[in-house]
Nanobody, 125 residues
Framework: QVQLVESGGGLVQAGGSLRLSCAAS????????VGWFRQGPGGKERNFVA?????????DYLDSVKGRFTISRDNAKNTVYLQMNSLKPEDTAVYYC?????????????????WGQGTKVTVSS
């Protein structure tokens, strides 16, 4: 059973940085897509932030985070990271890691099969 466990959230001032981690277990992730989503305060949906194929060959970002956020992986640790720089108050949200086996489908997947429990990021002004 695939499990995803996020960590690294917290309180940071605007302009600061955080690195989120997502430890993945229970699967062979070589053909997976991995993504980060966020749900803002009072929000009902989880919105796309960034995604990558597990080998890192293809990445995708929400326009508003391009140049500030970077998705990366440590294959040896089965861990996916989201480096967030120049944080803004509007980045405040619960951030979720997600993974999908793709199963021969193209990237990005239409939906993600596995989700973590989320980690909260608060950016103060």
């Amino acid at each position: 059973q695939v499990q995803l466990v996020e960590s690294g959230g917290g309180l940071v001032q605007a302009g600061g940085s955080l690195r989120l981690s997502c430890a993945a277990s229970g699967g062979n992730f070589s053909n997976y897509a991995v993504g980060w989503f966020r749900q803002g305060p009072g929000g009902k949906e989880r919105n796309f932030v960034a995604a990558s194929t597990w080998n890192g060959g293809t990445t995708d970002y929400l326009d508003s985070v391009k140049g500030r956020f970077t998705i990366s992986r440590d294959n040896a640790k089965n861990t996916v990271y989201l480096q967030m720089n120049s944080l803004k108050p509007e980045d405040t949200a619960v951030y979720y890691c997600a993974a999908d086996p793709l199963d021969g489908l193209g990237f990005p997947p239409p939906s993600y099969e596995y989700w973590g429990q989320g980690t909260k990021v608060t950016v103060s002004s």
